[in-house]
């Protein structure tokens, strides 16, 4: 359950309070994406993960799967958006990875 963090909007103090534990709780969320990318199985199973949700292909259907396909998509955006949050780098770098890994198959 999520506890309020703001019992009264109008009380400056409190309010300091809440944004400074949302930032903290945002930095502890890119310090562990951070972690996970730092490491290169973790820059894989995040790249499959990607390419699962078709972040870079066309979510097209002639059917009503075109939105459980852009409901995948969304999530993959989400994901590529953290990992950009985070450190862009780390996109740019698992871009040149995967580009390096298909040419060797």
Sequence with gaps: MRRTLVKNAA????VKNAQSKQLTKRDLDLNDM???LNTA???RVLWRLMEECKVFNSIWETSAKIHYNSGKQD???FIMAEIVEADEKFLFDMMKENKKENMNV
Excluded at 11 to 14: A, K, M, R, V
Aim: charged content about 30%.
């Design 11 to 14: 009380d400056e103090q409190q």
């Design 34 to 36: 951070r972690a996970v």
């Design 41 to 43: 199985q973790g820059r």
């Design 75 to 77: 999530l993959g955006h």
